[in-house]
């Protein structure tokens, strides 16, 4: 039913508007004060005001102000009452209708029915509108926790982000929560308005344990429970009031929680008013959108398990030979030593025979300690230990150097021993001594297992990618190829191994059945070793061979730049990396405003980072850009602040006295700024180009 | 001819510094044994041996901890030492320089390379 507020101080005019309205069955009201205007309108639920602008004690304009500014009473419609001889422009700004004196009846009730026809309008679109606001509001806070949700791998925390999304979208009085942790650790946390009476929470305790059996029905529980295992968790806001079993006469809502697909626990909310069907919603939806996550959370938690058992593993495994080796080296010391003494003949005159013996025993100590080195060497590079020292050479140098040591050995067995070395072999990253190693290892194979006058070849040469025999090397997964590769073969005209054995070369222990090797010992671990040695270089090795006729042995090594011997470091690094982050770094000199700072800056940058870091660093110089890479394994996010503000004190000139360098610099921590060595890269070349822009 | 110069050998394997022992004397140096590093610390002290060699891995004071005892002591700093280890891992080797280790030799060693060594040392 709606009803007309008549604002006017000529009474002639208010009877007319009266008894117009009354006639269409419009209830009225009529006022000539304005002090009583805003009361009344509040008391009476008043949809349209009738107001004469050439009333005398009323300011039409001040009243439409009044209005608009109460947010309950915005939506009332103004229709003013205005003479057409007077200026009435400003009255017409605020008011929402106008009719003009004297009053036409026809047209008074045709723009009042319009009038009152828009109001019922404005009130249903304000009602829909707040009902919207409510249920934005609500899917906010469902957005909010799920984003909540997506980014926690921890399960309290999980059930926490529920809890307290239900809080706000709901306000709810009291909530407990159900969490079985695992069989003997089972919470009962409860979020409450105000505290919780004793017996309060014992029936919470009782409701939560009935709640939990009715949802098997029948069925059998997964978890057997009783009342003195809970373990109860309480947060209250206001605790100076306290609930009591009244609370649980509210209306409530409840739901189970799942991981995955398996039951985890359960959920009941109380509140003093009730929910609304989109409240429901909103709460089945959270209980069963945090399901996911605590699934992750529970896989995650189980492969952190796993790791941290396979570390631990890893862990005795190298224990276990580091022991080993340092208990088997002892004793193998005193029997060499008392061989030595008694060879000496310091411990008494040696007869030919006890020589021979004696000699005997210390070859094969000697053997022995080969063997226990050999293991080593392989559990080492094989746990990505060993420490290699790679450095910018030819692969020319061990070659010659292997060759040299054999020379005397190759002509006592009458073997020629012959090399073609390519003097124009391009430098590459190598670790000499390791290289050495390898080869060492192979010829020595070579001249083990080839007879006399026979005759063993190695040859270096450069070797483009497209000409690599891919097909024989197996044992390689996916392999990657760089342009161009350096390339060693030792080909001898031995005894040769059957096509059968060949794939089996390379395997640990596996010394091909042969009674030819059998007598020439060997520990069956120098061509694993060897394998991952090359390995470790981003090379392959492979061999190629046919019984009696010969055999040969080839490695690669690929020729890198620095950039990209770089990156492959940085990939490994983080390949390697498992708990700690790696911190990358890319200094440049501005040389627009400094053109002259060279040589000295250069030093200085890469000492602002030897200085502030006690790790291993890796460095990467891009001459033409005048660019200093680095990255710090281990490093972390303090170390980060630390070298930033150690570079900043540098460029003021803190560092080096009145000197001032202009030095751009970005720095990027794996893994937070990118999950490998390509995206941390184009970040760090992406923030040191917003800072040249800056 | 001058007195006989004074090495301490310290290892918790007898056997190992039996054979040392033995080779040092027929070379004609005098040979003082410990066989802990509580006793190896002690008999250096008391001793102030010319050379001393020592291993790592030994009950009560690791050779380590020697080394640095005695190293920062300016009575005992010029002893050379040569410390004997099964490990041979390049930290182990780090962690000797930095306690002052003059010589690192791996187990299993060649009793003609301590020899050597020690001449070094004490004929120069």
């Given at each position: 039913?709606?009803?007309?507020?008549?604002?006017?101080?000529?009474?002639?005019?208010?009877?007319?508007?009266?008894?117009?309205?009354t006639?269409?069955?419009?209830?009225?009201?009529?006022?000539?004060?304005?002090?009583?205007?805003?009361?009344?309108?509040?008391?009476?639920?008043?949809?349209?005001?009738?107001?004469?602008?050439?009333?005398?004690?009323?300011?039409t304009?001040?009243?439409?102000?009044?209005?608009?500014?109460?947010?309950?009473?915005?939506?009332?419609?103004?229709?003013?009452?205005?003479?057409?001889?007077?200026d009435?422009?400003?009255?017409?700004?605020?008011?929402?209708?106008?009719?003009?004196?004297?009053?036409?009846?026809?047209?008074?009730?045709?723009?009042?029915?319009s009038?009152?026809?828009?109001?019922?309008?404005?009130?249903?679109?304000?009602?829909n509108?707040?009902?919207?606001a409510?249920?934005?509001?609500?899917?906010?806070?469902?957005?909010?926790?799920s984003?909540?949700?997506?980014?926690?791998?921890?399960?309290?925390?999980?059930?926490?982000?529920?809890?307290?999304?239900?809080?706000?979208?709901?306000?709810?009085?009291?909530?407990?929560?159900?969490?079985?942790?695992?069989?003997?650790?089972?919470?009962?946390?409860?979020?409450?308005?105000?505290?919780?009476?004793?017996?309060?929470?014992?029936?919470?305790?009782?409701?939560?344990?009935?709640?939990?059996?009715?949802?098997?029905?029948?069925?059998?529980?997964?978890?057997?429970?009783?009342?003195?295992?809970?373990?109860?968790?309480?947060?209250?806001?206001?605790?100076?009031e306290?609930?009591?079993?009244?609370?649980?006469?509210?209306?409530?809502?409840?739901?189970?929680?799942?991981?995955?697909?398996?039951?985890?626990?359960?959920?009941?909310?109380?509140?003093?008013?009730?929910?609304?069907?989109?409240?429901?919603?909103?709460?089945?939806?959270?209980?069963?959108?945090?399901?996911?996550?605590?699934?992750?959370?529970?896989?995650?938690?189980?492969?952190?398990?796993?790791?941290?058992?396979?570390?631990?593993?890893?862990?005795?495994?190298?224990?276990?030979?580091?022991?080993?080796?340092?208990?088997?080296?002892?004793?193998?010391?005193?029997?060499?030593?008392?061989?030595?003494?008694?060879?000496?003949?310091?411990?008494?005159?040696?007869?030919?025979?006890?020589?021979?013996?004696?000699?005997?025993?210390?070859?094969?100590?000697?053997?022995?300690?080969?063997i226990?080195?050999?293991?080593?060497d392989?559990?080492?590079?094989?746990?990505?230990?060993?420490?290699?020292?790679?450095?910018?050479?030819?692969?020319?140098?061990?070659?010659?150097?292997?060759?040299?040591?054999?020379?005397n050995?190759?002509?006592?067995?009458?073997?020629?021993?012959?090399?073609?070395?390519d003097?124009?072999?391009?430098?590459?990253?190598?670790?000499?001594?390791?290289?050495?190693?390898?080869?060492?290892?192979?010829?020595?194979?070579?001249?083990?297992?080839?007879?006399?006058?026979?005759?063993?070849?190695?040859?270096?040469?450069?070797i483009?990618?497209?000409?690599?025999?891919?097909?024989?090397?197996?044992?390689?997964?996916?392999?990657?190829?760089?342009?161009?590769?350096?390339?060693?073969?030792?080909?001898?005209?031995?005894?040769?191994?059957?096509?059968?054995?060949?794939?089996?070369?390379?395997?640990?222990f596996?010394q091909?059945?042969?009674?030819?090797?059998r007598?020439?010992?060997?520990?069956?671990?120098?061509?694993?070793?060897?394998?991952?040695?090359?390995e470790?270089?981003?090379?392959?090795?492979?061999?190629?061979?046919?019984?009696?006729?010969?055999?040969?042995?080839?490695?690669?090594?690929?020729v890198?730049?620095e950039k990209?011997?770089?990156?492959?470091?940085?990939?490994?690094?983080?390949?390697?990396s498992?708990?700690?982050?790696?911190?990358?770094?890319k200094?440049?000199?501005?040389?627009?405003?400094?053109?002259?700072?060279?040589?000295?800056l250069?030093?200085?940058?890469?000492?602002?980072?030897?200085?502030?870091?006690?790790?291993?660093?890796?460095?990467?110089?891009?001459?033409?850009?005048?660019?200093?890479?680095?990255?710090?394994?281990?490093?972390?996010?303090?170390?980060?602040?630390?070298?930033?503000?150690?570079?900043?004190s540098?460029?003021?000139?803190?560092?080096?006295?009145?000197?001032?360098?202009?030095?751009?610099?970005?720095?990027?921590l794996?893994?937070?700024?990118?999950?490998?060595?390509?995206?941390?890269?184009?970040?760090?070349?992406?923030?040191?180009?917003?800072?040249?822009?800056? | 001819m001058?007195?006989?110069?004074?090495?301490?050998?310290?290892?918790?394997?007898?056997?190992?510094?039996?054979?040392?022992?033995?080779?040092?004397?027929?070379?004609?140096?005098?040979?003082?044994?410990?066989?802990?590093g509580?006793n190896?610390?002690?008999?250096?002290?008391?001793?102030?041996?010319?050379?001393?060699?020592?291993?790592?891995?030994?009950?009560?004071?690791?050779?380590?901890?020697?080394?640095?005892?005695?190293?920062y002591?300016?009575?005992?700093?010029?002893?050379?030492?040569?410390?004997?280890?099964?490990?041979?891992?390049?930290?182990?080797?780090?962690?000797?320089?930095?306690?002052?280790?003059?010589?690192?030799?791996?187990?299993?060693?060649?009793?003609?390379?301590?020899?050597k060594?020690?001449?070094?040392?004490?004929?120069?």
């Amino acid at each position: 039913m709606s009803k007309v507020l008549i604002v006017g101080d000529d009474e002639k005019v208010n009877k007319i508007i009266e008894t117009t309205l009354t006639n269409s069955a419009i209830e009225t009201l009529s006022l000539s004060d304005e002090d009583d205007v805003l009361k009344s309108i509040e008391n009476n639920h008043i949809s349209l005001i009738i107001a004469d602008a050439g009333a005398k004690n009323i300011d039409t304009s001040i009243l439409c102000r009044k209005l608009k500014s109460y947010t309950h009473l915005e939506n009332i419609l103004v229709l003013a009452l205005i003479s057409p001889d007077r200026d009435n422009l400003d009255i017409l700004k605020t008011t929402n209708a106008y009719i003009q004196k004297p009053v036409n009846e026809k047209i008074l009730m045709a723009t009042v029915n319009s009038c009152l026809k828009m109001k019922k309008s404005l009130d249903i679109l304000s009602q829909n509108n707040s009902e919207l606001a409510k249920s934005l509001y609500q899917l906010d806070v469902l957005y909010n926790t799920s984003a909540q949700f997506a980014g926690s791998l921890d399960k309290q925390k999980l059930i926490n982000f529920l809890i307290d999304g239900l809080d706000k979208s709901l306000s709810f009085s009291l909530s407990y929560t159900l969490v079985f942790n695992s069989e003997d650790k089972i919470d009962l946390i409860i979020n409450s308005l105000n505290g919780i009476s004793q017996r309060l929470e014992h029936s919470l305790k009782m409701r939560a344990i009935l709640s939990y059996k009715a949802l098997f029905d029948k069925k059998e529980i997964p978890y057997q429970i009783d009342v003195d295992d809970i373990n109860v968790i309480k947060n209250i806001k206001h605790p100076l009031e306290e609930y009591d079993l009244n609370i649980l006469k509210f209306d409530n809502l409840f739901a189970p929680i799942k991981v995955g697909e398996k039951f985890f626990g359960l959920i009941e909310v109380f509140r003093d008013t009730e929910f609304t069907q989109e409240d429901t919603t909103c709460f089945q939806t959270l209980a069963r959108q945090v399901s996911l996550p605590l699934e992750n959370a529970a896989l995650y938690e189980e492969i952190k398990n796993t790791n941290t058992k396979l570390e631990k593993l890893e862990r005795l495994k190298s224990e276990f030979t580091s022991i080993v080796s340092h208990e088997l080296r002892t004793p193998l010391t005193a029997i060499k030593n008392s061989l030595d003494i008694m060879l000496s003949g310091k411990t008494g005159e040696v007869t030919p025979a006890m020589n021979k013996f004696l000699d005997m025993a210390k070859r094969n100590v000697t053997r022995l300690s080969g063997i226990i080195n050999d293991l080593l060497d392989l559990t080492k590079v094989e746990a990505g230990k060993m420490d290699f020292r790679f450095e910018k050479g030819s692969i020319n140098s061990p070659v010659v150097f292997v060759k040299n040591t054999f020379e005397n050995l190759a002509k006592e067995k009458n073997i020629t021993l012959l090399t073609k070395i390519d003097q124009s072999l391009p430098e590459t990253y190598i670790d000499t001594q390791r290289l050495e190693q390898v080869i060492t290892n192979l010829v020595s194979n070579a001249v083990k297992f080839t007879n006399e006058n026979g005759k063993i070849l190695i040859t270096t040469e450069t070797i483009p990618a497209f000409a690599i025999e891919k097909e024989k090397l197996f044992d390689v997964e996916n392999p990657v190829f760089y342009d161009t590769y350096v390339k060693v073969s030792v080909k001898d005209s031995g005894i040769g191994i059957a096509q059968e054995d060949i794939p089996k070369v390379f395997d640990k222990f596996q010394q091909i059945e042969n009674s030819l090797s059998r007598k020439n010992g060997g520990t069956g671990l120098g061509l694993p070793i060897a394998k991952q040695l090359i390995e470790a270089h981003h090379g392959y090795i492979w061999v190629e061979s046919e019984i009696n006729c010969g055999t040969t042995f080839s490695f690669i090594i690929p020729v890198l730049n620095e950039k990209e011997k770089f990156e492959l470091d940085l990939s490994e690094a983080i390949q390697k990396s498992k708990n700690s982050n790696i911190l990358l770094l890319k200094i440049k000199e501005n040389t627009t405003a400094y053109p002259s700072v060279s040589r000295a800056l250069k030093e200085n940058k890469i000492s602002i980072i030897r200085k502030t870091t006690n790790t291993k660093e890796v460095f990467y110089e891009e001459n033409n850009e005048n660019c200093i890479m680095a990255f710090i394994p281990e490093a972390d996010k303090f170390a980060q602040n630390f070298i930033e503000k150690k570079i900043e004190s540098f460029t003021t000139g803190a560092e080096t006295g009145s000197e001032k360098y202009d030095i751009l610099y970005s720095t990027v921590l794996f893994p937070d700024d990118g999950n490998n060595a390509q995206d941390l890269l184009k970040k760090a070349d992406e923030l040191l180009k917003r800072g040249q822009n800056e | 001819m001058s007195e006989a110069k004074k090495i301490l050998i310290v290892d918790d394997e007898q056997d190992i510094v039996e054979t040392l022992k033995f080779m040092l004397e027929a070379e004609g140096y005098e040979c003082f044994c410990a066989y802990d590093g509580e006793n190896g610390l002690t008999l250096a002290k008391e001793i102030i041996p010319d050379l001393m060699i020592l291993d790592v891995m030994m009950p009560k004071i690791n050779g380590y901890k020697i080394s640095r005892l005695l190293k920062y002591d300016t009575k005992y700093k010029d002893i050379p030492i040569i410390m004997v280890t099964a490990r041979s891992q390049e930290e182990d080797k780090l962690i000797g320089q930095e306690t002052g280790v003059n010589e690192y030799i791996t187990k299993p060693f060649e009793l003609d390379d301590i020899i050597k060594k020690v001449k070094e040392y004490l004929e120069k």
